[in-house]
């Protein structure tokens, strides 16, 4: 089973400010890396799939980038909106796993 | 657009079966994967297994001896079944679709939680 680890697991920042979030797999993912948005009481709401591909919806401020082990979800502009926790998950090998999530607070 | 809608019992005893029921609308059930993932209270997300139309499944290694998940067709439903529950699967339980397998999901039911307390 492929570990996703992800960091850091708090990232306090201001509205307006860049967000860098990382995930990092236990071995190669290729590029079938998504990520994740949850706020408290929904269900995750898909952002980014195969790495690098926002889904439908998904403001342009969401970007994901990265191959192989090492990924990054990058928020440009925090709007009040984007504070909550996000998941990384691979489904390069089977069973699919996620990340334990970052949650992103407002500083 | 597609929506998921799921209902089933919340509050369970310990060795007894969980059972719960997602409703798929604006789509068939044909051509996706249909998945059931949990997540304990403050924790990470945990995929338990999914069907496709014909029955097919595939359950995560973890939970395969008490995991049964089982399709309605005509209903465009699917279920979930995991026996012999304990405190450790206290958890929100939610159905997603996918698009492949593995897969990624997208869209997600709105959750339900079950609670496992004597």
């Known amino acids: 089973e492929i570990v996703l680890t992800q960091s850091p697991a708090t990232l306090s920042l201001s509205p307006g400010e860049r967000a860098t979030l990382s995930c990092r797999a236990s071995q190669s993912v290729k590029s079938y890396l998504a990520w994740y948005q949850q706020k408290p009481g929904q269900a995750p709401r898909l952002l980014i799939y195969d790495a690098s591909n926002r889904a439908t919806g998904v403001p342009a401020r969401f970007s994901g980038s990265g191959s192989g082990t090492d990924f990054t979800l990058t928020i440009s502009s925090l709007h009040p909106e984007d504070f909550a926790v996000y998941y990384c998950q691979q489904r390069s090998n089977w069973p699919p796993t996620f990340g334990q999530g970052t949650k992103v607070e407002i500083k | 657009q597609v929506q998921l809608q799921q209902w089933g019992a919340g509050l369970l005893k310990p060795s007894e079966t969980l059972s719960l029921t997602c409703a798929v609308y604006?789509?068939?059930?044909?051509?996706?994967?249909w998945s059931w993932i949990r997540q304990p209270p403050g924790k990470g997300l945990e995929w338990i297994g999914d069907?496709?139309?014909?029955?097919?499944?595939n359950y995560n290694p973890s939970l395969e001896s008490r995991v049964t998940l089982s399709v309605d067709t005509s209903k465009n439903l699917f279920s979930l079944r995991l026996n012999s529950v304990t405190a450790a699967d206290t958890a929100v339980y939610y159905c997603a679709r996918g698009r492949q397998f593995p897969s990624q999901f997208d869209p997600w039911g709105q959750g339900t939680l079950v609670t496992v307390s004597s």
């Open positions: 604006g789509e068939s059930l044909s051509a996706f994967y």
């Open positions: 069907i496709i139309d014909s029955g097919s499944t």
